[in-house]
């Protein structure tokens, strides 16, 4: 049965996270953005509201969201600022290997802490030889007595410097290769856990990304996720989960550029009428929005997927991919209906394209989508 009707209550969700980005993130995005600075005060208001800990099951103390209110928060969220949705939404990748992976007792010793004090957490699998080829990693995690102990480092981790917890994949046993990988839950203040200096990026810069390296980090056995060897399927199981979001960010970058473009070309007056009434704008306004509402159905039919426990590894790629690509195409499109004033940093739209363009590369890059989409499509060649 197809529904393309949001319940009551996802409507109420929908437009809690409208107001929240329109009142708390939007009018603050531009300064955040400049100083590449943590949004501090936006983020104690989204912890009040919840949308920190928002995918943590309500056993634990979180919101409880399924991945259908997971997608259409992360459009409404994203389109008050994609930096500081990074920031909230890095912690519901970071905690996903935890709620789905961990036990009972993990999560009432990790998660629950993060629902009554406001945190952050990270999700660290990345290294600079391995972003890509993720089997590849190089840290290890070596079992001694009831301990192990990591060595290694990682890159790009987006809230490494705020968090106080960390899921973290080492190689616990490195000739098994991908199947030597494994997962672990490791708490900030540990002896050997060291923040490297913060990333200066292109957009989303109100989120924190650091280097994070690990000396001799000795963390009790109790912290491993499921059991040795699993870390590659976590990974994998953890992204499928969370690319859908990504591509719903997508749909609501562009949306947002989209909207402040409408705008623009209703009021903008060149030789004797507003830009509206050319053909050329308005048809590049008509391609942005089946664009946009391509992507948005992608989206949901992933979130839907993904709440019937059905395969979606092909489906979240492709709705990672769609919705990052349209926020890409529609956010360079609508700086060029600005013109010059689009190009200006007095205007919210050449920050819309900045941070467009992340949502290509992060949580897999859109190649490494098209590989998944085309393994499957595909299926094996004799
Ligand atoms: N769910 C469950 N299991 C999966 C899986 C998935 N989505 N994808 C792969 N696996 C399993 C495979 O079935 C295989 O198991 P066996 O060894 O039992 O056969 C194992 O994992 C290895 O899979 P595969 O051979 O496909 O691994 P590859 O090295 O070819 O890499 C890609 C697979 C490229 C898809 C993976 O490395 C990837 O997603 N890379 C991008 C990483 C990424 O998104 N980084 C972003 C950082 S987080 S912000």
Known sequence: ???????????????????????????????????????????????????????????????????????????????????????????????????????????KKFLTPHTEKMSFASFCLTEREAGSDASSIATRAEKVGNEYIINGSKCFISNGGIASLYTVFANSNPEKGARGLSAFIVPREIPGLIVGKEEDKMGHRASNTVELTFENVKIPEENLLGKEGIGFIIAMRTLDKTRAPVGAAGVGVARAAMEYAVEYAKTRVQFGKPIALFQNTAFKIAQMAIEINAARHLVWHAAWLLDEEKPCGKESAMAKTFGSDVAMRVTTECVQILGGYGYMKDYPMEKLMRDAKLLQIYEGTNEIQRLVISREVIGPIK
Do not use: W
């Open 1 to 107: 049965m197809i529904s393309f009707s949001l319940t009551e209550e996802q409507k109420a969700l929908q437009d809690m996270a409208r107001e929240f980005a329109e009142k708390e993130m939007k009018p603050n995005a531009a300064k955040y953005d400049k100083g590449e600075e943590f949004s501090e005060d936006v983020m104690k208001k989204a912890f009040e509201v919840g949308f920190l800990t928002c995918t943590v099951p309500k056993e634990y103390g979180g919101g409880g969201l399924n991945d259908i209110d997971t997608v259409i928060i992360s459009e409404e969220l994203a389109a008050g600022c994609a930096g500081m949705y990074t920031t909230m939404m890095v912690n519901a990748l970071a905690y996903s290997p935890i709620i789905h992976f961990g036990s009972d007792e993990q999560k």
